[in-house]
Structure formats: structure tokens, C-alpha cells
């Protein structure tokens, strides 16, 4: 079974441009997280998708940051336009339906560099 | 506000050196605490999930075990391929997976 792949693996974008990352969850999966590691820092939620709706964005920095997840499949993080401070590394996650296991498996994630 | 606390930063073991990895962590309502290993350049890879104090779980050289403070990941006899950094989360019934810093583990032939 394949696990959750992201795409690109790795974006150098200049401050003021747009980048979209792709996420697809595994197979099955109905809940679809987001998280972020800035250098230095822990990982941290960004946002969580229960099928095609947002469960919780409480963890979007600003409105630069729009989250999709079309059909209750793939998603997509666009960030627009891109600040210095938004370099890190973009996790994605997903997990099975609500109660037990709460486990949830990651992607390879994708680097963002804003120069 | 809920937060995870691992130590130590980093540890330095010789091969077959046994240690115990900590993660504290001030969760209300813990629904369950994560172990995951990241290796560099790779997305956290899930090892554990416990669900309440006393529980413990086993993975080859790799034990967690639950209290209701704190969790310790105990690494018996280690490997080089064990060289990692250990990351603990807390998931709670009002908040997202939060989770620590990590402890980058470095084991030496």
C-alpha cells in the first residue's frame, strides 16, 4: 500500500512569488493534516481535513496560507504571497476515521525556501 | 496551553550502550501519546502509540512505556541504523498532535 507521497520535494521561491504544495493522503484516509517545521523549531499543525471539509485551521499562520482538499482526496497548501518566514518544511499526514487507532502517517514532506 | 518536553536534546551511545529517551508532556485530556523516528531528510515514521498509563509496547530493540507525567522510550542494545532523532506528540480531545522538539540519537560502532 502506498504510503502519503508530496509534491515537490523541494521549491526555492523568491519573497512575494506563489507556491502550491500537493498532498495525497493514503488510500482510505479520511483525515488529512498539515504541519510545518521551521529551523530550529518543534513541528506544528497547521490545519486538519475530515474528508473534503476543514476539521480546524487553527494553526494557519495569516491569510497568505489556502488550504484545499478536493473530492475528499488529494490537498493542496498555496502560499501567496511567500514571506521570508515561511521557509520550513511542509508535512502532510493522514490517519482512518474517527476512534482508535489515532495514529497518523507521514509524507517525506516538502522544503520551502523563500529567498 | 498543551505542550511535550523531550530530553535530552541529544545522546551519544556507544553500539550495545542501552539508554532511555523522556518525554514529559502537559496534555489535558490525552486520547494518546506518539513515538515516531525521523531520519534526515524524511517525514516522521510512526513506532508507538499509548493510550493510558502503565501501558507499555515493544519493537524490536525499542520499548515505550506511559506514565500519567511522562513517557520514556527505552533503546536496549542499539544499532548504528538507530541513529535517529526520536520525536514524542501528545494528541488530546480539544487539540492537535502536538509534539517536542525531539532527541537526535547518535549511536556509534
Known amino acids: 500500500e502506498a504510503g502519503v507521497t508530496q509534491f515537490p520535494s523541494h521549491s526555492v521561491i523568491e519573497k512575494g512569488q506563489t507556491v502550491t504544495l500537493r498532498c495525497d493522503p493514503i488510500?482510505?484516509?479520511?483525515?488529512l493534516y498539515w504541519y510545518r517545521r521551521v529551523m530550529g523549531k518543534e513541528i506544528k499543525f497547521l490545519l486538519h481535513?475530515?474528508?473534503?471539509?476543514?476539521?480546524?485551521e487553527s494553526g494557519m499562520p495569516n491569510n497568505r496560507f489556502l488550504a484545499e482538499r478536493t473530492g475528499g482526496t488529494y490537498s493542496t497548501l498555496k502560499v501567496q504571497p511567500a514571506e521570508l518566514e515561511d521557509s520550513g518544511v511542509y508535512f502532510c499526514?493522514?490517519?482512518?476515521?474517527?476512534?482508535?487507532?489515532?495514529?497518523?502517517?507521514f509524507g517525506p514532506g516538502t522544503r520551502l525556501t523563500v529567498t | 496551553e498543551d505542550q511535550v518536553t523531550q530530553s535530552p536534546e541529544a545522546l551519544r551511545l556507544q553500539e550495545g550502550e542501552s539508554s532511555s529517551l523522556n518525554c514529559s508532556y502537559t496534555v489535558s485530556g490525552l486520547r494518546g501519546l506518539f513515538w515516531y523516528r525521523q531520519d534526515p531528510g524524511k517525514g516522521p515514521e510512526f513506532l508507538f502509540t499509548l493510550y493510558s498509563a502503565g501501558e507499555e509496547k515493544e519493537k524490536e530493540r525499542l520499548k515505550a512505556t506511559l506514565t500519567k507525567k511522562e513517557s520514556f522510550l527505552h533503546i536496549t542494545a542499539p544499532k548504528p541504523e538507530d541513529s535517529a532523532t526520536y520525536l514524542c506528540?501528545?494528541?488530546?480531545?480539544?487539540?492537535?498532535?502536538?509534539f517536542g522538539k525531539g532527541t537526535r540519537l547518535s549511536v556509534i560502532a
Open positions: 506528540a501528545g494528541l488530546s480531545g480539544n487539540t492537535p498532535l502536538v
Open positions: 481535513f475530515v474528508k473534503e471539509s476543514k476539521q480546524d
Open positions: 499526514a493522514s490517519s482512518q476515521g474517527w476512534g482508535q487507532p489515532y495514529e497518523q502517517y
Open positions: 488510500s482510505g484516509h479520511d483525515n
